[in-house]
Every structure is written in structure tokens, then in C-alpha cells.
């Protein structure tokens, strides 16, 4: 058990649906990171928060948005869902950045 | 450009065989870390091991081993004595210390033990 914690497990939408997914990280962790995992892209990088700024972007599409709260939960979220949207959504937390300790994910499938 | 490949898409053991997992990797900047992450079937990543830039020792944790080295850019990781709780998808993945800390993942290495 890595500490991260995330809600839901799994989620089932259509497509043009919105969805939260909602990520708690470890104790005394201040970074939260968003990774999503699909078959064809891999593991890649989405947006990264630290003690509730935004501090980077990676592949994140316009209709997908996050923001960390003051108790630092964060949550990403996808509106105008694809079905390409598709994939599983990790959440990271570290320290400062070096070692990230994963989520067990979500599985989001849009139909 | 920073990149991560893991060659090996897939491979097959049988237990109790030893194998080693392929990472080359490619960055500019002379201080990095390097990771392995290991994700089960049930789908969590969970992390086996950082390296920094710096410390080309080699790590031994049990029955898994890396060796990073420089000359080559490769981060390979061997498992001695597989076990079928081996089996995994397996990833390497490079960050830099400076700006941002995204992960740059490999493809990743789909490892399968059989009994």
C-alpha cells in the first residue's frame, strides 16, 4: 500500500459525460501527479500540482482540468468524455519530486 | 530529448530462470534519477527502485539486482530465480532534478513466469 489514496475504482460513463476522479496523497506529500495509461499512448504524463499550484503540464487535453486543494486532495477533471478517453488514471504524490508513489488507479471507461 | 526504451516487449520465463529487464535511456542533463516500477495484474505501479546519476553502484534487494551504467545510458534489472509473482508489466522511467519532476515512462516490459 503506497499511501495514495483515489476514488473511484472504476467508472463507467458515456461519451459527452463529465467525470471527477479524486486523488488523496500521502501524508506530508505536497506534489500531486496525474498520469493516464492507455494501450496505444502508455503511461504519460497529464499535470502536476505542488501545495496547491499548478508547477507543470503535460499532455493534458483542454477538456480535462485539475486543481489541489488546500488539504492537498486533488482532483482531475474530464468533461466532453471520447471514447478514446478511455484508460486508466494514476495519481502520484512525492516529498519534493524524486520518488513518486502511486495510486491503485482508475478505471474509466467511457461508452 | 529525454527518452526511455524498453526493447523488450515481451517476455517468457520458466520459473525459477533468471532474467534481465532492458532499459536504455537518453537525457542531457548530468543529474537525473532512474526508476523501476513494477505493475502486478491488478494494476497498481509500485515502485522497486531509484537511482541517481551519480551512484553507478550496483543494488541488490533480495532476488532482484540493477545495474546502471553511464557508458551505455542502461538501467537493467535482473530477476534471479523467477517466480510466477514475477509476472508483471515492468517500467523504467527517467526524471530530471531540475524544472518540473514528470516521469518520462519506457513502453514497459511485460514479464511472464510460468510455472
Same mark, same amino acid.
Given at each position: ?38 494501450? #496505444?499512448?502508455? @503511461?504519460? !504524463? ?5 501545495? %496547491? &499550484?499548478?508547477?507543470?503540464? +503535460? ?25 478514446? #478517453?478511455?484508460? @486508466?488514471? !494514476? ?5 519534493? %519530486? &524524486?520518488?513518486?508513489?502511486? +495510486? ?8 | ?115
Amino acid at each position: 500500500d503506497s499511501g495514495v489514496t483515489q476514488t473511484p475504482k472504476h467508472l463507467i460513463t458515456a461519451t459527452g459525460q463529465r467525470v471527477t476522479l479524486r486523488c488523496s496523497p500521502r501524508s506530508g506529500d505536497l506534489s500531486v501527479y496525474w498520469y493516464q495509461q492507455s494501450l #496505444d499512448q502508455g @503511461l504519460q !504524463f497529464l499535470i502536476q500540482y505542488y501545495n %496547491g &499550484e499548478e508547477r507543470a503540464k +503535460g499532455n493534458i487535453l483542454e477538456r480535462f482540468s485539475a486543481q489541489q486543494f488546500p488539504d492537498l486532495h486533488s482532483e482531475l477533471n474530464l468533461s466532453s468524455l471520447e471514447l478514446g #478517453d478511455s484508460a @486508466l488514471y !494514476f495519481c502520484a504524490s512525492s516529498v519534493m %519530486g &524524486e520518488t513518486q508513489y502511486f +495510486g491503485p488507479g482508475t478505471r474509466l471507461l467511457v461508452l | 530529448a529525454q527518452k526511455v526504451t524498453q526493447a523488450q516487449t515481451e517476455i517468457s520465463v520458466v520459473e525459477k530462470e533468471d532474467v534481465t529487464l532492458d532499459c536504455v535511456y537518453e537525457t542531457r542533463d548530468t543529474t537525473y534519477y532512474l526508476f523501476w516500477y513494477k505493475q502486478p495484474p491488478s494494476g497498481e505501479l509500485v515502485f522497486l527502485i531509484r537511482r541517481n546519476s551519480f551512484d553507478e553502484q550496483n543494488e541488490i534487494s533480495g532476488r532482484y539486482s540493477w545495474n546502471f551504467q553511464k557508458s551505455t545510458s542502461s538501467f537493467n534489472f535482473t530477476i534471479t530465480a523467477s517466480q510466477v509473482v514475477d509476472s508483471a508489466v515492468y517500467f523504467c522511467a527517467l526524471i530530471h532534478t531540475s524544472g518540473t519532476y514528470k516521469y518520462i515512462f519506457g513502453t514497459g516490459t511485460r514479464l511472464k513466469v510460468l510455472a
